[in-house]
């Protein structure tokens, strides 16, 4: 990794990104939108106005065009990796980059999806296609598709060789990330732009996770609602924004003497196949997805010292991750939750996560899990509660676990050279 880019509810930087998760700053807030009040989910972690503003001034043409938040956070995002790895891109080489991009649904045009409604208590196909359909815009198809960030990176850099974009619910940057690593492993690319963005805080995205049950509706305050591993924990917090990374192959980064942070050691994904929205309760799936990563990447357990966990504040997700890593570990190491700060990105998720723990991997620094206060007997792990710490971190895993079972965890290392075992 030589490059990371992140936009986020604690900030548009890496530096202050990173600053505040380890000061266990927390980035939720009250919703203050119109349609809100009524809402029974009243808080979220968003990139607050004055970086939206930020990122549509930096971006004036695709703000306009686009205007679509997910998008534009993923576009941030990737320039910022870009700039921040001094690579140049474009050019001869063009064909040598690429992008991977975790991306949810696009479900954030509402003023396409209101269209599509009736004021009937079911859709009416038939007026919507003699009088309604004229009043969608003619690309919103294109927009809306998952696919749009990847594609809108790779136009604005030049970046015309390997391109993917992933929509695996909340496993979708991590995979995103582990599809770039085997991309530059088999030599189809040198750089890799990667990770994922999403936005879903708005009625039709929030409206989801209430019907499932999974989102946090409790009157406490903002920003004690995301309580990963706590007794109290009621739900997950939705976040917004983006993270990326810039994966490049070892020899060129080395021959142009760039800045490597860490490096990416082994990957996996695998399926719990057990309920579409519940994972196995052991965690089984989880387990062997980790155990896979890495026998990858070829380290035993004890090799680990850090897990950033997916940590979600749901009592399922929190439960069956602590099973998985008590079974995978003798003796587990420090866990934490980033979405206890950020709260949880959708499909974006992995992408903030990742850099925080290449930051953990390059800097021997943890952050914490905020709110947990009333351990839970079914969680028993060390997860950093409340307060970050200075700890030797030479390696360490990033989990996703998704709806549907998916699951992929990515395994950082230090990097110490060419010719390191």
């Not at 980790?290 to 990858?296: E, G, I, T």
Request: aromatic share 6%.
């Amino acid at each position: 990794m030589t490059g990371l880019g992140l936009a986020t509810a604690l900030g548009l930087e890496v530096e202050q990104n990173w600053r505040k998760a380890l000061a266990g700053v927390s980035g939720v807030c009250s919703i203050e939108l119109g349609w809100a009040k009524k809402s029974p989910v009243r808080a979220a972690a968003m990139v607050c106005e004055d970086d939206w503003r930020t990122i549509g001034a930096e971006f004036p043409s695709e703000a306009q065009s686009e205007g679509e938040r997910r998008t534009l956070f993923a576009l941030w995002a990737a320039r910022k990796a870009l700039q921040d790895a001094r690579v140049e891109h474009g050019g001869q080489d063009c064909a040598r980059f690429g992008v991977a991009l975790g991306a949810g649904l696009g479900v954030n045009r509402l003023e396409d999806i209101s269209r599509w409604l009736s004021n009937d208590k079911k859709f009416d196909v038939l007026r919507f296609s003699q009088a309604q359909a004229g009043q969608i815009e003619r690309d919103s198809v294109i927009r809306n598709n998952s696919s749009a960030p990847a594609s809108l990176i790779a136009r604005k850099f030049g970046l015309t060789g390997f391109n993917t974009t992933v929509t695996a619910a909340c496993a979708s940057a991590t995979l995103a990330l582990g599809s770039a690593y085997r991309a530059i492993q088999r030599g189809q690319a040198d750089v890799v732009v990667a990770g994922g963005a999403d936005s879903m805080i708005n009625p039709v995205g929030l409206v989801f996770f209430v019907l499932l049950g999974s989102a946090a509706v409790s009157p406490a305050e903002p920003q004690s609602l995301c309580r990963p591993f706590d007794r109290k924990r009621s739900g997950l917090v939705m976040g917004e924004g983006a993270g990326m990374a810039v994966l490049e192959e070892e020899s060129r980064a080395v021959a142009r003497g760039a800045r490597i942070y860490a490096e990416v050691a082994g990957f996996a994904s695998t399926m719990d196949a057990w309920r579409l929205t519940a994972p196995h309760p052991e965690g089984a799936g989880a387990q062997r997805c980790m155990s896979l990563a890495l026998d990858d990447a070829g380290m035993l357990p004890e090799q680990i010292d850090y897990i950033n966990a997916h940590g979600t504040s749901t009592k399922l997700n929190d439960a069956a991750e602590t099973s998985a890593i008590r079974n995978l570990f003798r003796s587990p190491p420090p866990v934490s939750s980033s979405k206890s700060m950020i709260g949880h990105l959708l499909a974006g998720s992995g992408g903030p996560e990742f850099a925080f723990t290449v930051l953990s991997v390059a800097q021997d620094r943890i952050h914490p899990t905020i709110n947990l206060s009333s351990p839970d007997p079914k969680c028993d792990l060390d997860y950093v509660a409340n307060t970050g710490r200075e700890k030797v971190v030479r390696a360490a895993l990033s989990n996703s676990f998704g709806f549907g079972g998916q699951n992929a965890t990515i395994v950082v290392k230090k990097y110490c050279g060419q010719g390191c075992p």
